[in-house]
Each structure stands twice: as C-alpha cells, then as structure tokens.
DNA sequence: GTAATTGCAAATACTTTGCCACGTA
DNA sequence: TACGTGGCAAAGTATTTGCAATTAC
C-alpha cells in the first residue's frame, strides 16, 4: 500500500494497470476513459457504447474482462440499481459514490451527501474487526415527476 | 396502508398476501418460510432448496414469481452482494437491513448499527423531491481471518 | 520474439414467459 | 365451479470461457 494516496484520474489507474504488469492497450485505455466520463453507473453495454463512441471499440468479452480485472484491483466495483444485469463505476477511495434511485423511471443521481457513514464505518471495522472498508448506499424512492 | 403496523411475521406476510386477494398455497408458504429462517439474502436457488428441505418443493420458476409478487409488495427486496445474481432479505419496515460483506471469502453479516441514514434520509426526500425513500447499504472489506 | 490481449463464437448461467394441468377459495 | 397457481419447457438476456489471430513490450 502506498503511503502516500495518487491522484485518482485515468491517468494513475493506466499507472496502476501497468505497475500490475498489464499491459496497456488502446481498447482498455478506451474503457478507463468510458468509466471517468460516465455520470453514473455503466453496464458493460453502455461501458462498450461510450468506449467506441470515444475511438476505442472493444469486444464486449474485452469490457468484461477489463472490468472484472479492475475490480479485482478495486478500481471499480457494483452497484446495486436492482435491475436485472450489473452496473459498475469506479471506486476512488476518497469519493462517495451514493445513489438515488427512482422505482418507477429509472432516474439515477449520484448525491453528494456529506456522508454520515463515515463515522459509522470506522466504528463498523473496529467492532468486526474488518480492514479496508468502503461502502455502498442507495436511497430508492419515487421521484418528483413520478409522483404525479 | 394500515393504521397500525402489524407485527412482522411469517403470519403477518401470509396474511398480506391473503388480502391481496392472492391464494396461499403450501409452496408459498414454503418461500415464505424459507426467507424467515434465512440469516442472510438468499438467491433464488437458496430459496427454493431451504423451502425444499422444509416439505414445500417449488418449481424455479414458481420461486421467482412469488418472490417478485413479494417484492412488488415491498416485502422483500434486492441487495447487493456483487455477485453475478440477485439475492433477497425480508424487508420488515421497522428494520434495518444493512450488510457488511468480506470481498475475499464472500461472508455476509447483518449489522444492526443505529442507523445514521434516518436524518440523511429525511434530507435528501426534502432536497431532491422524493416520496417514498429507503435504502440500501452495505460495507465491504476484508474480515479478520481474511486478512491473515 | 514472446507473452499478454483481443475478437469471435460457443457455452454457461440466470431470468423471464407461455401454456395447460392442478388446487384453493 | 372458477380462477389463481404450479410445473414444465422454451425463450430471452446476461455472463463467462476457449482458442486462434493480433499486438504491446
């Protein structure tokens, strides 16, 4: 671990791919692009769509894999819409990444709450005794324009 | 929606589902049983092999529709494990189901911690305009004897 | 040049639906 | 009896893998 954190940007997860001894090709680079310009979480289809759209046009197998390889590096991990198939966004340690869910349309904002977790995180890895903690929070209601 | 909040129980689901005009049968018991003896979210297959061991021996299939009629009642409801399917808790509305999972060998503990969400979430219906808010959290990292 | 990476296509897994036999109310 | 429910089997969707061609280093 380093003692001191990076700069979270495409540019240090390129790093951190290649100081894996990955290699760097332009369909990742593509993906790592898709994956910082999204506003919220992806599917690996939409992950696919926004890297050919940017230059890069990999396989759907080579999105999967790349995503799979990030999240085992815990540069991106799942988030929970409660739809049928995966979403991923990336997982900078200093961000919250909470949610807003709409039930009935589907609208997902990404809130900025200036997180009540924290706290309770720490408080969490003392009592169980677990390292390395981060979190996941989605809120699930129904929106303003749903109401009606 | 009732005045008063009954208590929740296997009986209390069985009869929510009775007044919904739906028929109760031995399989849905069965699921309904399954869910209340889990000590964490279950996948579809879990539930229907727990029901199986219990007398009931639902179809797949019937699994997955009772357990979505559950959810679209809001008594059960999805939670992120980020595995590669769906698995499903009991949503008692005067509970909070909230998760702290070990990414290494898969654990699932259920976390009964105060729950600073309440105010947040309270302010974020306010800010953002929704009805209707709950949530979802769960904590990953890694657990003691991960760690070693 | 060597070994990792990619695309293609197939295999697997999970989810969802149609239809008719069956059981509940 | 009437209509909701269950099982079977198939269809639909998402995930995962093998292998030969390609490309980064």
Do not use: W
């Amino acid at each position: 671990m380093a003692a001191k954190e990076t700069l979270f940007s495409p540019e240090s997860v390129i790093a951190m791919l290649r100081s894996e001894g990955l290699r760097i090709t332009k369909k990742r680079s593509g993906i790592v692009q898709a994956l910082f310009e999204a506003k919220e979480p992806m599917s690996l289809q939409e992950i696919q769509a926004s890297a050919a759209s940017a230059g890069a046009s990999p396989d759907y197998a080579t999105v999967f894999r790349t995503v799979q390889l990030m999240e085992q590096l815990h540069l991106v991990h799942k988030v929970n819409l409660r739809r049928s198939c995966s979403y991923y966004e990336l997982s900078d340690p200093r961000k919250h990444y909470d949610h807003l869910v709409c039930k009935e349309c589907g609208l997902v904002l990404l809130i900025d709450i200036p997180c009540p977790i924290g706290d309770a995180e720490r408080k969490i890895a003392r009592q169980y005794g677990f390292r390395n903690l981060s979190h996941s929070l989605e809120f699930f209601g129904t929106c303003k324009s749903c109401a009606d």
